[in-house]
């Protein structure tokens, strides 16, 4: 439903397209109540019959309206419009960029001033947490960084309350798994912890500009998150201080419980390594680290037991011999028992991890069989590794570190590009299908086509029939609608009639005339046309030109002949006799106008003069022609007048002169 130019909510007109989300389209507005421009975020058709997602946008409002902070977009209003099933929030207006986007642009970003986003970020969420909302989707995508430099958290789309966490699947995990903390990869429960974590990703984003997990599936990524423990970003960027780098270790811990335990912590140091950017304060817990519990001192009565001692060697004297004997060979087993177990990495031996990555599976059983370790697989689709090659392992290979005989290494195993059925596309506005292809690991190649019955940015077409099995990583071409073909309509104002049409007609345009009758401009001339010049319009369309049409008022006129009739000469066969006698044959007369004959052969009477030829009416300049006959000789008598000048029944008289 195209909603530019309407109004909803009876007060909020939509201006024009903001962005597009995965389930939402932000439109921008003008609140007519209170003079305002504001973003409108509007439900998408195809998810406003899907009771879950209607009750994920709900929560977006329910989640943000009550809070109010300088870095968290405020929510205005929320809306449901019956006549055209819209859902809709309206939020502030937000005038800057992504966090995305200026990491696209700029790349890396200085270190002091990642940590100033950070600082006020870590304050939108401190915010929120304390108020029992957590975010779970904090990405660059979602935080805007203004004008003045502020940054804006938005998107409270998929924000649950802590008290009502709950445990997702796998495959239906929300939020952006490029950002994903370890415990909403796996489904797990999330809390403000989670929400620590993908802004330790935000930073280290930001620090190094990539992000610390990349794959070709979002599979492979959500593994990465669960498996494998990231560089530390000071290997990617060396200027970036130790306190900085130790902050985004801190925040990106595998296990909640050693990462900042709430925003309040990570905020204290931030503002600490602003002052002191190479300090050793970011303390980092280790789980496996024990505790040194104190014991109670048990009390004997010394002098008592050490009477009893030299009784008995008193009493035995061999007896020291002996156990001083049993002292070294005790001693001496002791340190041979340490020695052997330092030497072979324990109690339990120990053996180097094996390198299994793009090894088969069998090839791994049998080297791991042959270390006295345990395998696990798991089988995921890949278009980079080949079928039944190892993708990765956990605990990843590191030369030199070992591991206890007996322990599990767990590995991923590709199962080649994954196979899927190809949706049809025809009919989707392309975002939608850019979507649908990159959630089946395709690329979409999008050839642009006029058409003048499909709106713009629509899908008209494509390549691969519907229902074709894909493999991920290929590519399907799809035509998209540019709309209809569009023309520059022309200037033809001051031209005539003939010439404006055909100037339309070669600019793929059609013409509509309306005459007026204008006396005081000039006649025959296009005087108006409904689409000013230089406006692209589609070809077709058809524009009205008004012409300037002088209607001239008709008159008539009476006309004379004033001649003697001819006479025919017999002593000169090339002569007319102009005299008074009486000739001897009759005369006729014909007379044409314009030369279309209205008098033909006329009898006229010897000797008249002031001959009445009969009347002409019209307007404009009239050609007039009169034919005398006589004897067989034809003379004709010819005048041009302008009846405009003439007054009505005016007369006018043809002479020999």
Same mark, same amino acid.
């Given at each position: ?372 370790? *345990?395998?696990?697989?798991?089988? @995921?689709?890949? %278009? +980079?590794? $080949?079928? /039944? !090659?190892? =993708? &990765? #392992? ?115 345009? *059609?013409?509509?005339?309306?005459? @007026?009758?204008? %006396? +005081?401009? $000039?006649? /025959? !001339?296009? =005087? &108006? #046309? ?128």
């Amino acid at each position: 439903m195209n909603l530019i130019g309407k109004i909803i909510g009876n007060r909020y007109e939509i201006l024009e397209e903001a962005g597009n989300g995965g389930m939402a389209t932000v439109f921008k507005a003008k609140d007519h109540v209170l003079n305002r421009y504001v973003a409108v975020k509007v439900l998408k058709d195809e998810y406003t019959t899907d009771s879950d997602f209607i009750k994920r946008f709900n929560t977006e409002a329910q989640s943000a309206a009550g809070l109010s902070h300088a870095n968290i977009v405020s929510i205005y209003d929320v809306g449901y419009e019956e006549e055209n099933n819209l859902y809709y929030i309206v939020m502030e207006l937000v005038k800057g960029k992504t966090l995305k986007q200026i990491i696209k642009k700029d790349g890396v970003i200085s270190w002091k001033w990642a940590v100033n986003i950070a600082m006020q970020i870590a304050s939108a969420l401190e915010e929120a947490h304390k108020n029992g909302i957590v975010h779970r989707d904090i990405k660059p995508h979602n935080i805007i960084i203004t004008e003045d430099g502020i940054a804006k958290v938005t998107d409270f789309g998929i924000a649950k309350a802590v008290s009502n966490s709950t445990i997702t699947a796998f495959g239906t995990t929300i939020g952006s798994v490029h950002y994903f903390s370890p415990e909403q990869a796996k489904g797990g429960i999330t809390d403000a912890k989670s929400d620590l974590y993908s802004l330790g990703v935000v930073m280290f984003e930001m620090l190094t500009g990539t992000v610390p997990f990349d794959a070709d599936t979002p599979v492979s990524v959500a593994l990465k998150h669960m498996q494998e423990e990231p560089k530390e970003p000071i290997e990617l960027n060396p200027d970036i201080p130790t306190a900085i780098n130790q902050i985004v270790v801190k925040a990106m811990r595998k296990d909640p419980s050693e990462r900042y335990q709430n925003a309040t912590e990570m905020l204290k140091d931030l503002a600490k390594a602003l002052k002191d950017p190479d300090g050793d304060f970011v303390i980092i817990e280790n789980k496996d680290g024990e505790y040194t519990r104190v014991m109670k001192t048990v009390k004997t009565d010394k002098n008592k037991a050490g009477k009893k001692k030299e009784n008995f060697f008193t009493k035995h004297p061999a007896s020291k011999v002996v156990l001083f004997i049993l002292g070294l060979i005790l001693l001496f087993l002791i340190v041979f028992f340490v020695t052997k177990i330092a030497l072979d990495g324990g109690i339990t031996k120990k053996v180097n991890i094996p390198n299994l990555v793009n090894k088969t599976l069998e090839e791994c059983k049998t080297e791991v069989d042959s270390l006295k370790l *345990k395998l696990e697989s798991q089988e @995921v689709a890949s %278009s +980079e590794v $080949e079928e /039944g !090659k190892i =993708i &990765s #392992q956990e605990p990843p290979f590191k030369q030199g570190e070992k591991i206890k005989q007996g322990e599990i290494i767990k590995v991923v195993v590709s199962k080649g590009p994954e196979t899927n059925e190809l949706p049809s596309f025809i009919g989707k506005k392309i975002e939608e299908a850019r979507e649908m292809a990159n959630a089946i690991g395709i690329t979409l190649v999008e050839e642009v086509t006029t058409s003048s019955t499909v709106e713009q940015g629509y899908v008209i077409g494509q390549g691969t029939e519907e229902g074709a099995i894909v493999k991920s990583g290929d590519e399907v071409t799809v035509q998209v609608s540019s709309g209809a073909e569009k023309t520059k309509v022309p200037y033809v104002i001051g031209m005539d009639e003939g010439t404006a049409n055909a100037t339309l007609v070669n600019a793929n345009l *059609k013409a509509n005339i309306t005459y @007026v009758n204008d %006396s +005081e401009k $000039e006649n /025959g !001339k296009v =005087i &108006s #046309q409904s689409v000013e010049s230089g406006e692209e319009v589609e070809a077709g369309t058809t524009i009205d030109l008004t012409v300037n049409k002088i209607e001239k008022e008709e008159k008539t006129v009476q006309l004379y002949l004033d001649v003697v009739p001819q006479v025919y000469n017999k002593a000169n066969d090339n002569t007319v006799n102009t005299t008074q006698e009486e000739p001897t044959d009759a005369v006729t007369i014909t007379v044409i106008v314009n030369g279309k004959t209205t008098i033909n052969g006329k009898a006229s009477k010897v000797g008249n003069k002031n001959e009445d030829l009969g009347k002409i009416t019209g307007s404009g300049t009239q050609k007039i022609e009169v034919r005398i006959t006589q004897n067989g000789q034809t003379k004709a008598l010819t005048s041009e007048i302008n009846i405009d000048e003439f007054d009505n029944n005016a007369k006018h008289y043809i002479t020999n002169k």
